[in-house]
């Protein structure tokens, strides 16, 4: 008999597999090998495979490698019954060998979270094989169509989870077309119902795109606390961003608080479907718009460093003078910008315009830092969202009710009013009568009324440094003049209710189906296109030699 000499890749082969062992399916049988092969660069072809056996050989067919495995009803499982481990061939040559059972490797891989380049490192490091780009990315495309597939009937638990919210005593609403497809989404908690009734009036609001198997948006409406933290109001599932779905949003929560109040401050980004919604549904209520997207908007269209620190001045000034003195300059530098900004409203983003206190906020940063905290979650299937969701907005609450006080205003109100106290004993003080002061040689302080003229103190419901000045001539205590809304009292008040938690146990199926999917061809974008005032200005470069 010829003596047949095996290679180390060969001895690795037959040890891993020698002839007897057994495997729970032929499915598990050829994946593994498929593994293993590829690992000690062994180039191999399904030659035969039924529901009871299956046969690999070679790619060359002149080769005598050859392994045999069948299914074996006595003990339910696949077993080796031949194993010809040595190649008559050269391996070298087979020019099928780097593509082999690429699909079977990158679908057999781990993949989830990865991309395309990380797939393409892993199996190079793994198995030695070099992926193309594009077949990595089928193959990840591949297994999210599957899994899109299972998760596609977790929206047929929407109605179950409706139900369950509702017997929590919360709030929470779902549309669905005349198709019996899923539409819209709404959730709210009571806890937050309770919290805006002690808090300062403010909501922000705003839309996340939502990415994996859920293609749609994430409508986020965001206040925050005396203590400056974010305190979720209401969430919704939309197919996009358009006055349609704003209206649906609004006027879900609108039956949840009332927004139609002119104390009510709603600020946004100017998306045109939240301006149109909110005049409809809320024309009384105070409007404000983001002051950077305000800027950014214009900032490719007139670059005019001068125009950049008026607009800001007027955005951050309380007294009506100086508005108006930033205003006149404005428009002998540039009319149209000017105009531009009167059309948009001067009292929807300066401070000493706006009608009522905003707390000296001017930006939609708290709904911006919400979109960011629920990242994490976007990518999950429908009904994992919406737990999710509801236990993140269950954690923040229950934190809110762990934060504890020295004074009977909360801390960082209090941080505010010992600043404004310290400037204010380096200011001076005329007196006109027992009630009227003059401070600083321009501020007039009025005691009755508790007001200043800086408009500070009305915005921000803390006595500015010209208040602060008075009190500490007065021998008054400050802390008995700010606003009822920044007591410690008002805050566990505001957070006395708390939020249940879901899970997916004990929720029952519908037959409620997926929306259509509108989904272009091709490769889906990463990333969003940047309009021009999001792109970054390139500078010509200036020589000082």
């Given at each position: 008999?010829?003596?047949?000499?095996?290679?180390?890749?060969?001895?690795?082969?037959?040890?891993?597999?020698?002839?007897?062992?057994?495997?729970?399916?032929?499915?598990?049988?050829?994946?593994?090998?498929?593994?293993?092969?590829?690992?000690?660069?062994?180039?191999?072809?399904?030659?035969?495979?039924?529901?009871?056996?299956?046969?690999?050989?070679?790619?060359?067919?002149?080769?005598?490698?050859?392994?045999?495995a069948r299914y074996c009803y006595i003990s339910t499982k696949c077993i080796i019954r031949q194993m010809t481990p040595h190649h008559s061939c050269d391996l070298d040559a087979h020019p099928m060998k780097q593509k082999c059972n690429l699909s079977t490797i990158t679908q057999s891989s781990q993949i989830e979270g990865l991309k395309p380049r990380s797939l393409m490192t892993k199996i190079k490091h793994e198995y030695g094989i070099t992926v193309p780009y594009n077949t990595a990315w089928s193959a990840i495309q591949s297994i999210r169509k599957k899994e899109g597939?299972?998760?596609?009937?977790?929206?047929?638990?929407?109605?179950?989870?409706?139900?369950?919210?509702?017997?929590?005593?919360?709030?929470?609403?779902?549309?669905?077309?005349?198709e019996n497809r899923f539409q819209r989404f709404f959730i709210s908690w009571e806890a937050s119902k309770n919290f805006f009734e002690f808090s300062r009036k403010m909501i922000y609001i705003d839309g996340t795109f939502l990415s994996g198997p859920n293609k749609g948006t994430l409508l986020v409406a965001v206040s925050q606390d005396s203590c400056d933290q974010l305190v979720p109001i209401a969430f919704g599932i939309v197919e996009s961003e358009n006055s349609s779905s704003w209206s649906w949003f609004l006027e879900k929560l609108n039956c949840i608080i009332q927004l139609n109040k002119k104390e009510i401050i709603i600020f946004s980004d100017r998306e045109k479907g939240i301006i149109n919604?909110?005049?409809?549904?809320?024309?009384?209520?105070?409007?404000?718009?983001?002051?950077?997207?305000?800027?950014r908007n214009f900032r490719t269209v007139f670059r005019n460093n001068r125009l950049k620190t008026l607009f800001w001045q007027i955005v951050n000034t309380y007294s009506t003078s100086e508005f108006n003195k930033c205003v006149s300059e404005m428009k002998t530098i540039s009319l149209e910008f000017y105009e531009r900004l009167n059309a948009i409203g001067f009292h929807t983003f300066a401070n000493s315009q706006f009608p009522v206190p905003?707390?000296?906020?001017?930006?939609?940063?708290?709904?911006?830092?919400?979109?960011?905290?629920?990242k994490k979650f976007i990518d999950f299937d429908v009904t994992n969202l919406i737990i999710s969701l509801n236990n993140y907005a269950m954690k923040l609450f229950y934190e809110k009710k762990q934060k504890t006080f020295q004074l009977s205003i909360v801390d960082e109100c209090?941080?505010?009013?010992?600043?404004?106290?310290?400037?204010?004993?380096?200011?001076?003080?005329?007196?006109s009568s027992n009630n009227i002061f003059l401070v600083d040689h321009k501020h007039i302080v009025n005691m009755q009324q508790n007001s200043c003229a800086c408009k500070e103190e009305f915005d921000n419901q803390i006595p500015c440094k010209h208040l602060c000045a008075v009190f500490g001539n007065c021998n008054f205590n400050p802390v008995s003049f700010v606003s009822t809304i920044y007591s410690s009292h008002t805050y566990y008040n505001s957070c006395s209710k708390s939020i249940l938690p879901l899970s997916t146990i004990g929720i029952l199926r519908s037959e409620l189906n997926p929306p259509e999917d509108r989904r272009a061809r091709g490769r889906p974008r990463i990333?969003?296109?940047?309009?021009?005032?999001?792109?970054?200005?390139?500078?010509?470069?200036?020589?000082?030699?």
């Open positions: 008999m010829e003596n047949i000499t095996y290679t180390p890749n060969e001895m690795k082969l037959a040890d891993n597999f020698p002839k007897g062992s057994d495997f729970v399916s032929i499915a598990d049988f050829k994946e593994l090998f498929v593994k293993s092969a590829l690992a000690n660069s062994v180039a191999f072809r399904v030659a035969q495979r039924n529901k009871t056996s299956i046969t690999l050989k070679c790619k060359n067919i002149n080769c005598i490698f050859k392994v045999i597939l299972i998760l596609e009937k977790s929206y047929s638990y929407i109605p179950s989870l409706v139900e369950l919210i509702k017997a929590n005593g919360d709030f929470s609403y779902y549309s669905q077309s005349s919604s909110a005049n409809n549904i809320a024309p009384l209520s105070s409007k404000a718009y983001c002051s950077r997207h305000i800027a905003r707390y000296g906020k001017t930006t939609s940063n708290p709904v911006e830092s919400m979109n960011s905290a629920v209090n941080a505010k009013l010992m600043k404004n106290v310290a400037k204010g004993r380096l200011l001076t003080i005329e007196r990333k969003r296109i940047k309009n021009l005032s999001e792109q970054r200005i390139k500078r010509p470069r200036v020589s000082y030699e």
